[in-house]
Nanobody
Framework: VQLQASGGGLVQAGGSLRLSCAAS????????MGWFRQAPGKEREFVGC????????YYADSVKGRFTISRDNAGITIYLQMNSLKAEDTAVYYC??????????????????WGQGTLVTVSS
């Protein structure tokens, strides 16, 4: 499955952005869909995911209550709605797809397919 992330940009602190991740070739119904981010000089970190079984979502503590993952009815696009953005949310955001186990939902190694990343810059 090929993934295409979009929607990044420059936003002021306290603002909102919505990222999109479109799957080409097939729907993502067979995959767990994750969002990760990587800030300059830092390791890639888990943001949140949409689990294929039951459709539950899981979030990193740093974004819980501010970010929301959703999907379209066609099962082709997932979204990351980001509200109350902070300067520390500045990073390249990646969407990913995998078929790993629930216990590893935040582990990037369990995601096999990655989009190209979209840059989010939050000015303070």
């Amino acid at each position: 499955v090929q993934l295409q992330a979009s929607g990044g940009g420059l936003v002021q602190a306290g603002g909102s952005l919505r990222l999109s991740c479109a799957a080409s070739g097939r729907t993502f119904s067979r995959y767990n869909m994750g969002w990760f981010r990587q800030a300059p000089g830092k390791e890639r970190e888990f943001v949140g995911c949409l689990w294929r079984s039951g459709g539950r979502t899981y979030y990193a503590d740093s974004v819980k209550g501010r970010f929301t993952i959703s999907r379209d009815n066609a099962g082709i696009t997932i979204y990351l709605q980001m509200n109350s953005l902070k300067a520390e949310d500045t990073a390249v955001y990646y969407c990913a797809a995998g078929q790993g186990v629930l216990s590893g939902y935040s582990d990037p190694a369990l995601y096999n397919y990655w989009g190209q990343g979209t840059l989010v810059t939050v000015s303070s």
